[in-house]
């Protein structure tokens, strides 16, 4: 029972990829909010801002699809093996 505690506090420990590209994306779009009206910024670093967000967005779709993919191939693997 002890070792079943250690194994679950092994794999719930820790920060993934994936949420630290969320927790990015979301700190972009509140400082695009937030910095024109304290800084005063012109349109054109308004539009790098929301290009930036968008990118961050992107990168985070293009990791999820290949962690999906991923675990779909061990997946795979998996049925193959037991086969």
Do not use: C, W, Y
């Amino acid at each position: 029972m002890e070792k079943r505690s250690q194994i679950l506090t092994k794999k719930m420990s820790g920060v993934t990829l994936i949420e630290l590209i969320a927790v990015i994306v979301i700190l972009g779009i509140l400082a695009s909010f937030i910095l024109p009206k304290v800084i005063g910024l012109s349109s054109s670093a308004k539009i790098g801002v929301l290009n930036s967000i968008v990118g961050s967005m992107r990168s985070t779709i293009d990791m999820t699809k290949i962690k999906a993919h991923a675990a779909s191939m061990k997946r795979a693997d998996n049925a193959s093996l037991q086969s």
